[in-house]
């Protein structure tokens, strides 16, 4: 699998890219459970889904495979792509949100969920507006869980935890939903809630850890490719 641009920089370069769709492994029961816990960073998860936590490690091993790094893909408007990536380098492992714009131009990165972290990558408004956007492959629940962990939003309404607790009984957990929930929405594991602005009506962060700041290492025309085609129906404005 190839994504424009992901795997440049690395040195020595990759001979052949370890990237592979995920694809398979996102139609296997045990995939929610195993990824909202790496990369949710949720404890109550397999209680949750009614499973041991010792019937996780095949496909956490699976996902954290160095030859092997799973990408688990949701097609946006036009031609884009939003891929998470379990970047599974020695010694510098994370999991890596980027927007592939279709074009063939380089993707562009939105989150680092790793040490040296970077982000969060979306408003919780974006993050609604994407999981309903039209998917063959995909749920609204399935969108919603993918995207939520790049979440964090200062202006979050009070109705989110409600909406992915559903998201999780959708897809099969059955106790502990809110619990879940919450762990996935209040996460500090990498970046504390994030203000959301408008600015010349682009949605950007003012977090200082966000790729999607103001002024920051994305051009202007990025930052308002990644706020129109995650709510391409137009942004509101937060204050």
Excluded at 15 to 26: F, H, K, T
Excluded at 137 to 153: F, G, K, N
Excluded at 155 to 165: F, I, K, Q, S, T
């Amino acid at each position: 699998m190839i994504i424009p641009g992901y795997l440049d920089g690395y040195e020595p370069p990759f001979l052949r890219s370890p990237l592979v769709d995920g694809a398979d492994i996102m139609s296997q029961e045990l995939f929610w459970p195993a990824f909202l816990a790496i990369v949710g960073g949720s404890t109550s998860v397999p209680d949750a889904f009614g499973v041991d936590p010792a019937d996780l490690e095949h496909i956490v091993d699976t996902f954290l495979d160095p030859q092997s790094w799973p990408v688990f893909s949701l097609p946006l408007p036009g031609r884009c792509h939003l891929h998470v990536i379990m970047r599974n380098v020695d010694d510098d492992g994370g999991v890596d949100y980027v927007l592939d714009p279709g074009t063939g131009d380089a993707s562009i990165p939105l989150a680092a969920m790793e040490g040296h972290f970077r982000g969060p990558a979306f408003a919780w408004p974006e993050v609604v507006a994407a999981a309903h956007q039209p998917d063959q492959d995909h749920t609204p629940a399935e969108r919603l869980l993918l995207l939520v962990p790049a979440c964090a939003d200062s202006n979050r309404p009070g109705e989110a935890v409600d909406l992915v607790a559903e998201a999780l009984t959708a897809l099969g957990a059955r106790s502990d939903v809110r619990q879940v929930s919450e762990e996935l929405l209040n996460s500090g594991r990498y970046w504390t809630p994030c203000p959301w602005v408008n600015i010349d009506d682009v949605l950007v962060g003012r977090g200082p850890h966000t790729y999607r700041r103001y002024g920051g290492e994305l051009s202007r025309e990025q930052l308002r490719l990644i706020a129109d085609t995650l709510q391409p129906s137009g942004i509101t404005e937060q204050q």
